[in-house]
Each structure stands twice: as structure tokens, then as C-alpha cells.
């Protein structure tokens, strides 16, 4: 990632009550001084001054009295309270970073998975324990309270947490930071089951107050689309072009504080929300078209109203193209117009932006910032590109062919007709760049997670077991601390306290299955897991296929030889795309086979199948803490990376995964004994492909087995299956689900035998042959994305 070396980190001098510096001071009128420190938010974390502020934001912010305060209500109000000193600190640092003026880093990102904030923001401004006495005192549980809050739907897989983790990773750094993004009104989707399938539901998540983003109405950016292009000659006689559009869209923002942990650093996120030039057409309504009095409107705010509309059709691809332009054009102008306010030379901008370009959906970023330089502030050609390329960095997140944005030339010409020049005259063929410059551009990172998020709030009753053997917190920003675990791997009171909190992170885990779905599980059982989005190169298909095969042996045992066998729970969860057929019928088959396997009582319980619904971020640290074995089967050569076994790994969990992605260097780092890895070999999977597609390669035996159950109507019509199976036989089996199968069966006996060894197995859980898990944190100096860089 292109971001500022550790010197263009901010230090934070000491500050006033009021924020301003004594120079600053000097020249304030003394009343008006006065009168500010009196105003100022009081930044005392005690308990009796949290209540104050609660109270007054129960009796003003929300108008409620005592007698009329919920849970709902008791969260609006503490947030407000956190809020109150989150925008403190994020007044202060904007105004350090204008003082210091350094280089600046801006990730742009479509998605930032957040979570919820409430929790986040007490852990890292370390107010929870105060805070949450006050809220007792009042009446309330803290577990109560930060349960009411909604997930913010600003994305969907590990593109977008990973977004939110280095977020939080910069600012605990002291970066100086932002992120820019969009504010969906309904995010990807909430996800319910009917009949086993996955239906989608708006997530209408900004219903109610949303006191973690600060509208900034003045701050608004005129977006245009279409239009044509005029070319002249200018006063030096140069060949300039102008762009010109009726089709205009404003985009406002609205801003997200993120704190930094141990930090008086709180960085931002800009939101742009699109909103239309005229929102209301009075002379049409006048007339009686009411439809057409705000067809505008619903024209603009289509483009913010859904992440990732579905492009199966033209509209559709249409609509993901004007997201894109609207989000990185208006971000740009943002960049410079903060840049222009220093009034340095355009020489000087690589030295003081650096833009990150999270996957592919921002790359029109680039040919903007052309435009911008050489069309409107007259820079030259060379000159300009010059600039552009000292200033962005991207990062590729994977290599399959639907993760690339592709847009019809047609559609892009009339669109956007300025950018479709610019980018003929740029001519950049991607394969012949990076034959060109090789090494010298292209690097391959692996991303990173927080651990404040992922094991500080996640699994608190682990991180403080942790804190209280090293005597501090400081592992938090330095996970290399979490070596001097090793004296204690003979410490049996610590091994039993280790076991303790798993266990109870199991129970929790049962306790939201059974509420959310009805189905019982023992948390005794072996909690086996796969979560994440539903696709067939990460190969949920082939979990639920082995899951059919180990229910099909339970159903020949005898009851002596069912109670010898290791109890499972197969837990899955993750939304499929919209308009992606394939995995919605993975999500449909796991159901199927669930509602046969857990109402079989002759197996005894000895296998049971769950699929959570609507998986998101709140979700996964209910999950992750309760793994036994979490699964990372992608077809080797396909993740980048991924950051789910990180998670998992963190939080005391085995693996049980390919040859793949960080799967790797994971199993570098914690060693043969605790990772159990199968399956062929990247280098091995075009040869096999090649195989598939011209020789006549049988099924595996187990798997056919199954395929033949499932053709059998053991669950459900067989016909609504046919095109999962198609994918192995017709479709040649791509992801080489036949050719890993065996060796994937193997690998869960070896879970097996194992688990069976409990005290050995939580041994294993407890301590990891190496502990030194430095590279899973980007806060360890590692600020770059997934997979390749350049």
C-alpha cells in the first residue's frame, strides 16, 4: 500500500480543553474564549459524568422522560454520549493534521463492513467499564444496550471488513487517514430463508438514528454523466477538451469517526449520499404527473440506494457504472480541493496524497484524476500522468474473471465520454504492463485483521485471560507479545481457564442457533465451520456433499458404533449474490440436507446442520470464538487471500483448508499440528482442468455416491439440484471438487481422531506451536491489501 513511511506519522502535543493550540489562544477575544472552554464536551470518563451526559441526551436529544426509556432508547443515548467525545477528538485531529500538514493517505474502498460502533468505540477510548457501571446504575445491561444496534449495511465480505480493520489499524497508528466510500440506503441485502432458499429483503438499516455519521450538508460535489465533448484551442494554443452535461447529480456527504485504540487519533470516512439536482418538479405535479414530479429524484438516489446492483441485465450494469464514477469523482474533488488549499505546486501532489484503490471497482479513479489535471487545471499530458502514477497504488483481490470490472464500450462512451478518450490514449493492455514492469510494480502482501475488533470485543473473556498472563494490553497493537504464552503450555490452571472460555463462547454460539433457527445443538460437539460468501471457488458445495457422506456412514452404523464417533455441528452461513444461480442453490441444498440430517433420530444426534441467516459482522464474533475446526477450502489458486482464517486463528481455532491463499503462511506460522491441510496444488489444477475438459475422467466413488442420493430425491425434488450437479459432470467440474474430494474426506477423519484426544486437542487450541502471529495484524507495519499490489 502506498501510504506514508512511520515518520509521517502525527505526535499529538498536549491541547487545551478547547483544542486550540496557545498561539491559537493568543488571538481569541477572552469572553469568547470563556465561553468556549464552558461549552467544550467535558472528556471526563467517570461514571457520574457519563450518567450526566446520558440523562441529558435521554431528555433533549431523544425529548423522552424517565418513564419512557427502552433498551433502544438507552442505546441512542449512550451513543450520543460516546459520540459527543468522538467528535472531540476527531475536531482535534483534523486540526493537528492541518497544522502538521503531512502526507496523507485515502483508501478508497465500495465497501466498509463496520459492524456495530458502540462497542468498538467504548473498547478503544477505553470508556466501557465506567460507562457500563453508569448504564447499570440507570436501570440497564450493557449487553442489552449494545445488542440494539444495527449492523451498518456498508458491505458484505472481507473486501469491505477488511476496509474497516485497516481503518481502525491506521488510526490506532496515528495516520493521518481517510476513507472514502458510499452511503448506501439499503446495503446488499438481509437475508431470510424460505423453503431453504435464500430471499432478499431490503436491510433498511438507516430507519432510525444513525449516530455514528455527521451529515455535512454544505459539503456537496456536483457529479455529471453523459453530455459530449468539445475541443479548443487555449490561450497558449494548446488542444484542450471540455466536458459538458445537463445530467447532473450532487453527492453529499456524511462522515464516520473511527478512533484509534491508545490514541487521541480519530480519522474518518466520508459517505457519499447522491441526491438530485432538483429534487421536485412542481410545474409536472401541477399538472397531475405526479410519477414524473420525482422521477429525477429516484433517478439520483438509485445510485446510493443498493451495494453491488445486479448487473444480469443492462440496466443494472449501467447503474454499477454510475456508482462508481459518482463515488470516486466525488472523492477525488474532495483530494484536491484539500490539496489546493495549501497552494503548493501540482509537482508536489504525490508528495502529500497517496491513494489506495481497494480492488477494481475504484480504478476509474485514475482516469479522473487525468481529466481533472490536464482538462481543468491545465497540466500537461506527461506532466499529468506523471503524477497520477507516483500517486495511486491498487490492490487485486482475485484473480477470477466475474471479480473484474468489465463495462460495454458503447455504454462507457456515452456515459462517461471524456474518460472513454482518456483511456484510448492511455492504452494500457493490463498483461503487457505487467510483463513490462514485473517485480518492480507488482508485489503479492497478505492483508491483515484487528485484533481490538476480532479478539478484544469479540471474545473479551479470552483477551482478558490473555491480558492477565502478560500483565498488560499492550499485545493489543503488538501481537508478537503473545510468545511469552509459551511458558504456560504446561500450566494446567491455564489450560483450564482456556477450556472454560471456549466452552462458554460454544454455549453462546448454541444459544443463538437455537434462537434463530430452533435447531439444538450440544456445545459438546465438535463445531465445525464455514463462513463466508457463498461461492463455488471458496466450495461450500463440496462441505455439504461430505456432509451427505458422513451421514450416509452415521445411517450404516450400529448405536455402539454411532456413540464412538465424534458428534458434529457442520455450521454455515454467508449470502450469495442476487443474481448468482449457483450459489443460492449451495444455500438451498445445505437446508435440504439440514432438514433431513437434524429430524433423523436415528442417528442419534451424532450429526446436525445448521445455516445461520443474514451472516454479517455482529454475527461472526458470536462465531468465530466458538470454532473447534473452521474451513478455507477454495480450489487451490484461487484466494488471494482471505482473512476468515485469520479470524478463526486468533481466536484458538484449527483449520482445516487448501493450499491456499493466507492458508499458507498461516500454516507457516502455527506449524503441521495445528492445521490440517488436502487437496492439489495450484501448479496441479490447469493440467487437471485440461484433463476435465478432454479425456474422459471418472467421478470419485464417495462423491458419486452422493450425487447419486441427491438424484435420488433423498432431499427434495431432484430436479432443483440438477444444474449443482451439472457443475461436475457437464460443467467438467471446474473447482475440482472430484479430484480433492478423497483427499478432503481424510482430512476430516484426521479432525476426528483428534478431537478424540480432548486434552490434547485443547492443548493444541491453547497454544500453538508458534505463536508469533505478527503478520495477521496490519498495525505490525503492514498496511498492504490482499493478494497483489501495484
Keep these: 500500500m502506498s501510504t506514508?513511511?512511520?515518520?509521517?506519522?502525527i505526535r499529538y502535543h498536549k491541547r487545551t480543553p478547547t483544542g486550540l493550540t496557545k498561539?491559537?489562544?493568543?488571538?481569541?477575544?477572552?469572553?469568547?474564549?470563556?465561553?468556549?472552554?464552558?461549552?467544550?464536551?467535558?472528556?471526563?470518563?467517570?461514571?457520574?459524568?457519563f450518567q450526566k451526559t446520558f440523562v441529558r441526551h435521554v431528555t433533549t436529544t431523544l425529548a423522552r422522560s424517565a418513564y419512557n426509556i427502552d433498551n433502544f432508547s438507552a442505546y441512542q443515548a449512550t451513543a450520543h454520549t460516546v459520540r459527543d467525545r468522538l467528535i472531540k477528538r476527531w475536531n482535534d485531529t483534523q486540526q493537528n493534521h492541518t497544522e502538521a500538514d503531512p502526507k496523507r493517505v485515502y483508501y478508497l474502498s465500495l465497501e466498509f463492513l463496520l459492524g456495530r460502533s458502540l462497542d468498538n468505540a467504548l473498547l478503544n477510548l477505553g470508556l466501557k467499564e465506567n460507562f457500563g457501571e453508569g448504564v447499570k446504575d440507570l436501570g440497564f445491561r450493557m449487553e442489552d444496550v449494545l445488542d440494539e444496534e444495527v449492523d451498518a449495511a456498508l458491505g458484505n465480505g472481507g473486501l469491505g471488513r477488511l476496509a474497516a480493520c485497516y481503518m481502525d489499524s491506521l488510526a490506532t497508528l496515528d495516520y493521518p487517514a481517510w476513507g472514502y466510500g458510499l452511503r448506501y440506503t439499503y446495503g446488499i441485502f438481509q437475508q431470510r430463508l424460505k423453503d431453504g432458499y435464500q430471499v432478499e429483503f431490503p436491510d433498511y438499516w438507516l430507519n432510525f438514528d444513525n449516530p455514528w455519521e455527521l451529515a455535512r450538508l454544505d459539503v456537496v460535489v456536483d457529479i455529471q454523466f453523459g453530455g459530449s465533448v468539445n475541443e479548443y484551442t487555449d490561450e497558449k494554443g494548446r488542444t484542450r477538451y471540455l466536458w459538458e452535461s445537463n445530467d447532473v447529480v450532487k453527492a453529499v456527504a456524511y462522515d464516520v469517526p473511527i478512533p484509534g485504540y491508545g490514541t487521541k487519533n480519530c480519522i474518518n470516512i466520508r459517505l457519499w449520499n447522491s441526491k438530485p439536482k432538483r429534487q421536485f418538479d412542481l410545474g409536472r405535479f401541477n399538472e397531475g404527473q405526479y410519477e414524473q414530479a420525482v422521477q429525477e429524484q429516484m433517478q439520483a438516489e438509485n445510485i446510493t440506494a443498493v451495494l453491488y446492483p445486479n448487473d444480469n441485465h443492462m440496466v443494472g450494469k449501467e447503474l454499477r457504472l454510475r456508482q462508481q464514477y459518482f463515488w470516486v469523482a466525488a472523492s477525488l474533488h474532495d483530494i484536491v480541493r484539500r490539496f489546493k488549499k495549501s497552494e503548493k505546486p501540482w509537482s508536489k501532489f504525490p508528495d502529500q496524497v497517496a491513494i489506495q484503490l481497494n480492488d477494481t471497482h475504484p480504478t476509474l479513479a485514475i482516469v479522473e484524476l487525468q481529466r481533472i489535471l490536464v482538462d481543468l487545471e491545465g497540466v500537461s499530458w506527461d506532466d499529468a500522468w506523471d503524477i497520477v502514477t507516483r500517486t495511486f497504488a491498487f490492490t487485486n483481490h482475485t484473480i477470477l474473471p466475474e471479480a473484474m470490472e468489465k463495462w460495454?464500450?458503447?455504454?462507457?462512451?456515452?456515459?462517461?465520454?471524456?474518460?472513454?478518450?482518456?483511456?484510448?490514449?492511455?492504452?494500457?493492455?493490463?498483461?503487457?504492463?505487467?510483463?513490462?514492469?514485473?517485480?518492480?510494480?507488482?508485489?503479492?502482501?497478505?492483508n491483515g485483521i484487528t485484533p481490538r475488533r476480532w479478539l478484544h470485543q469479540a471474545n473479551p473473556k479470552l483477551g482478558d485471560l490473555i491480558t492477565e498472563v502478560l500483565g498488560s494490553k499492550d499485545w493489543l497493537k503488538d501481537l508478537s507479545l503473545l510468545k511469552k504464552l509459551e511458558p504456560f503450555?504446561?500450566?494446567?490452571?491455564?489450560?483450564?481457564?482456556?477450556?472454560?472460555?471456549?466452552?462458554?463462547?460454544?454455549?453462546?454460539?448454541?444459544?443463538?442457533?437455537k434462537a434463530h433457527t430452533g435447531i439444538i445443538i450440544d456445545p459438546n460437539a465438535l463445531f465445525d465451520i464455514q463462513v463466508k460468501r457463498i461461492h463455488e471457488y471458496k466450495r461450500q458445495f463440496m462441505n455439504i456433499l461430505s456432509v451427505i457422506h458422513r451421514y450416509n456412514l452415521l445411517k450404516k452404523m450400529s448405536s455402539k458404533e454411532r456413540s464412538e464417533v465424534v458428534r458434529r455441528a457442520v455450521i454455515f452461513g454467508g449470502k450469495a449474490a442476487p443474481g448468482y444461480y449457483i450459489a443460492k442453490l449451495v444455500i438451498k441444498l445445505i437446508n435440504s440436507v439440514a432438514d433431513v440430517v437434524n429430524k433423523d433420530e436415528s442417528i442419534e444426534d451424532a450429526l446436525k446442520v445448521v445455516f445461520i441467516p443474514d451472516y454479517n459482522v455482529s454475527v461472526a464474533e458470536i462465531i468465530i470464538p466458538a470454532s473447534d475446526i473452521s474451513q478455507h477450502i477454495s480450489t487451490a489458486g484461487t484466494e488471494a487471500s482471505g482473512t476468515s482464517n485469520m479470524k478463526f486463528v486468533l481466536n484458538g481455532g484449527l483449520i482445516l483448508g487448501t493450499v491456499?491463499?493466507?492458508?499458507?503462511?498461516?500454516?507457516?506460522e502455527i506449524g503441521d499440528d495445528n492445521i490440517f491441510m488436502f487437496g492439489n496444488l495450484a501448479d496441479q489444477v490447469e493440467d487437471l482442468r485440461h484433463a476435465h475438459r478432454y479425456r474422459d475422467v471418472p467421478i470419485d466413488p464417495a462423491l458419486q455416491e452422493v450425487i447419486n442420493d441427491i438424484e435420488a430425491g433423498h432431499y427434495g425434488d431432484p430436479h432443483i439440484f440438477s444444474p449443482l450437479i451439472h457443475t461436475i459432470t457437464i460443467g467438467k467440474d471446474y473447482y475440482l471438487l472430484s479430484d480433492?474430494?478423497?483427499?478432503?474426506?481424510?482430512?476430516?477423519?484426521?479432525?476426528?481422531?483428534?478431537?478424540?484426544?480432548?486434552?490434547?486437542?485443547?492443548?493444541?487450541?491453547?497454544?500453538?506451536?508458534n505463536t508469533a502471529l505478527t503478520f495477521l495484524d496490519p498495525n505490525n507495519n503492514n498496511l498492504g491489501g490482499e493478494g497483489m499490489t501495484f
Design 4 to 9: 506514508p513511511d512511520s515518520s509521517s506519522r
Design 23 to 49: 498561539s491559537e489562544q493568543a488571538s481569541w477575544d477572552p469572553k469568547i474564549l470563556s465561553l468556549w472552554e464552558k461549552c467544550a464536551v467535558d472528556e471526563n470518563s467517570d461514571k457520574e459524568n
Design 408 to 446: 460495454p464500450v458503447p455504454m462507457v462512451s456515452y456515459l462517461l465520454p471524456r474518460h472513454m478518450q482518456i483511456i484510448f490514449d492511455i492504452n494500457l493492455i493490463f498483461k503487457d504492463f505487467a510483463k513490462f514492469f514485473g517485480s518492480e510494480k507488482f508485489i503479492n502482501v497478505t
Design 489 to 513: 503450555a504446561d500450566d494446567k490452571e491455564f489450560k483450564k481457564r482456556w477450556v472454560a472460555v471456549k466452552r462458554s463462547n460454544k454455549v453462546r454460539l448454541a444459544e443463538y442457533i
Design 660 to 668: 491456499d491463499g493466507a492458508n499458507i503462511e498461516i500454516h507457516e
Design 740 to 769: 480433492d474430494f478423497g483427499s478432503y474426506l481424510s482430512a476430516q477423519n484426521l479432525v476426528d481422531e483428534a478431537y478424540k484426544d480432548q486434552e490434547d486437542w485443547e492443548l493444541i487450541k491453547a497454544l500453538p506451536k
